[in-house]
C-alpha cells in the first residue's frame, strides 16, 4: 500500500475497537481481542482482531486473522469485506469518513466538465467498472449459471453492463452489447484493468462475435481476485475456469491472470506458501506454468498443478458435474488443504 494507506491503517488502528463496533457487528469483545465469524460480519468465532499491541511488526494492533480460512489483513480490508467495497479510493474514502477526516481531493478546484479517459486506459476501465452493476440476477450470472456456475461467493469482482460498447474487428460501426465486466486489480487493490465478455442476449453463451473477450488497461502481473489473499491460494487464466474450481473449493482464494502469458508473469501475494496452479491442457497452458512454477520456487512457494480431465476445469464442470470435480481434485491437493477446503463447504454469496 501507498504511504496514505498506511496511514490511515496506522490511524484505524488506534481506533479498533470503534471500528470493529461499527462494521463487525455481529462480533464481541474477548479480552484483548473481537471475535467475529469473518471479515464479511458473518457472526460465528473463527476471526479475530488484535485490540491491543504494537503500531507494526508482529501482533500490530489492528491485524486480524481467520482461523477457518486463512485470511489475514489490516482494519482497511474489514471496511473494504464488509462494506463489499472493490475499487481502494472507496474504501480510503469510508476510512476517512470514519475517522472524521477530510477525502482526498487531489483537484480542489471545481469542476464543470470532466475530460474523457484516454480508451484503453486505467482510468476508463474503473469508470467502465463503476457504472457497471452488481452481477446479481442480471444476464452476466445467467451467463454463468449456463457454464455450471452457480456459487457465486465473494464475486464483486464481476459486475453487468447491459449496453457496453463493442468495436468490430473489421472496422465497422460501434456496437452496444451487454458484457459481464471483471474488473483486475493490483496486490493493494487498486484497479488496473477490466475485462469484458460480451454475452449473447439468451444468456446461453459468448456472443456471436469475432472476438467475445477484450481486456483494457494495465493487466501484466494484476488479477481479477476471488477471496483475500491467504497462505494458500489458486490462479489459472480464466474467469470460467477459476470459478468452476471455486465452486469445489469456496473458501480458497483464488486469482484469474485473464491468459496464458499473464499467468506467467501473476503477482503471488507475499504470504503465499503454496500455489495451486489450474492447468489449461494446451501447450500456452503448459508453459506458463513452468514459467510460474520457476518464479514461485524461486520465491520459497511451494508449487502444485492442478490438472483437468478435458480442456480445462469449466469444461469439466459442464461434462461431468460438481460431484466429479471434487473427487477429481481430491488426489491433487494437499491433504491439509483436502480436509482445510474441499470438505467445507459454505453457502454461495453474491
Not at 16 to 25: D, F, G, P, T
Not at 235 to 255: D, F, H, K, N, Y
Request: aromatic share 6%; glycine share 10%; hydrophobic share 40%.
Amino acid at each position: 500500500m501507498g504511504s496514505s494507506a498506511n496511514d490511515l491503517a496506522h490511524r484505524l488502528a488506534r481506533e479498533a475497537e470503534a471500528v470493529c463496533r461499527q462494521y463487525l457487528s455481529n462480533g464481541r469483545r474477548v479480552g484483548r481481542y473481537w471475535i467475529v465469524g469473518d471479515v464479511r460480519n458473518t457472526s460465528g468465532r473463527s476471526m479475530y482482531v488484535r485490540l491491543f499491541g504494537p503500531e507494526s511488526g508482529k501482533g500490530a494492533v489492528g491485524r486480524w486473522t481467520d482461523g477457518a480460512t486463512g485470511e489475514y489483513g489490516d482494519l482497511l480490508d474489514v471496511i473494504r469485506e464488509s462494506l463489499g467495497l472493490v475499487d481502494f479510493r472507496d474504501v480510503a474514502d469510508e476510512a476517512r469518513r470514519f475517522l472524521s477526516l477530510p477525502r482526498f481531493e487531489p483537484d480542489r478546484q471545481p469542476r464543470t466538465h470532466v475530460a474523457p479517459a484516454p480508451t484503453g486506459s486505467p482510468e476508463a476501465a474503473r469508470r467502465l467498472f463503476a457504472i457497471s452493476q452488481p452481477i446479481a440476477g442480471t444476464l452476466a450470472e445467467t451467463y454463468l449459471r449456463h457454464r455450471g456456475i452457480t456459487g457465486l461467493q465473494d464475486a464483486r469482482a464481476l459486475r453487468f453492463h447491459a449496453r457496453c460498447y463493442y468495436r468490430p474487428d473489421d472496422g465497422g460501426p460501434t456496437e452496444t452489447r451487454p458484457a459481464m465486466i471483471a474488473c483486475v486489480t493490483d496486490p493493494d487493490g487498486w484497479i488496473t484493468g477490466v475485462q469484458r465478455t460480451w454475452i449473447d442476449p439468451s444468456g446461453r453463451g459468448k456472443a456471436v462475435i469475432e472476438t467475445p473477450r477484450r481486456a483494457m488497461g494495465q493487466l501484466l502481473g494484476n488479477a481479477v481476485r476471488f477471496g483475500l489473499p491467504g497462505g494458500v491460494m489458486v490462479t489459472g487464466e480464466g474467469i470460467e475456469t477459476v470459478l468452476s474450481l471455486r465452486m469445489a473449493l469456496p473458501t480458497m482464494p483464488m486469482l484469474v491472470a485473464l491468459s496464458a502469458a499473464h499467468l506467467s508473469a501473476v503477482q503471488f501475494p507475499d504470504a503465499v506458501r503454496r500455489l495451486y496452479i489450474a492447468r489449461d491442457a494446451d501447450d500456452a497452458g503448459n508453459g506458463a506454468v513452468a514459467t510460474l512454477t520457476t518464479r514461485a520456487g524461486a520465491a520459497g512457494i511451494e508449487v502444485i498443478a492442478l490438472t483437468p480431465r478435458l480442456g480445462d476445469f469449466n469444461e469439466d464442470l459442464v461434462a461431468f458435474g460438481l460431484d466429479d470435480l471434487r473427487a477429481s481434485l481430491r488426489p491433487q491437493l494437499s491433504p491439509d488443504d483436502v480436509v482445510r477446503f474441499l470438505l467445507v463447504v459454505t453457502p454461495g454469496r453474491v
